[in-house]
């Protein structure tokens, strides 16, 4: 093999794998095992993109939030990275009851992972969500 061909391989065996479309993730924060929901669009390759994080309603999930929104056809259409993670137990930490889970520390951890695993964009982070 010459050296230019090796070299091409060994190149694209060190480039993060990058697949397009949605992929389900989980972390543990808080020592709890926190679940979400990727969207890349095809966009996506070789450049820093937007993210937005759309949250659920009370008792939903991030994947059902991704299918009665449509918002995985938008990110394609307008070129952002969908990110719909999931709530413990159905819930958000929002304040209405004592103790829970720490939303923002999952929050933070999801970004930090995603800006490790793909080219986002941490000066153009949005957050959404629905109730």
Do not use: C, K
């Not at 230019?4 to 065996?13: C, E, N």
């Not at 008792?59 to 938008?74: D, H, K, N, P, Y």
């Not at 970004?111 to 695993?117: F, I, N, Q, S, V």
């Amino acid at each position: 093999m010459h050296w230019r061909s090796l070299l091409a391989l060994l190149t694209v065996l060190a480039t993060p794998h990058r697949p397009t479309g949605d992929y389900e993730r989980s972390l543990r924060v808080g020592g709890a095992t926190r679940h979400y929901v990727v969207h890349l669009p095809p966009a996506a390759a070789g450049r820093r993109m937007p993210v937005v994080l759309l949250l659920h309603g009370s008792g939903g999930t991030g994947r059902q939030v991704a299918l009665a929104t449509g918002f995985s056809a938008e990110a394609d259409r307008r070129g952002f990275v969908a990110v719909y993670p999931d709530g413990i137990g159905g819930a958000w930490n929002d304040g209405r009851t004592a103790g829970g889970a720490d939303d923002v520390a999952f929050v933070a951890a999801l970004l930090d992972t995603l800006a490790r695993e793909t080219a986002i964009h941490r000066g153009r982070v949005y957050l959404a969500g629905i109730s």
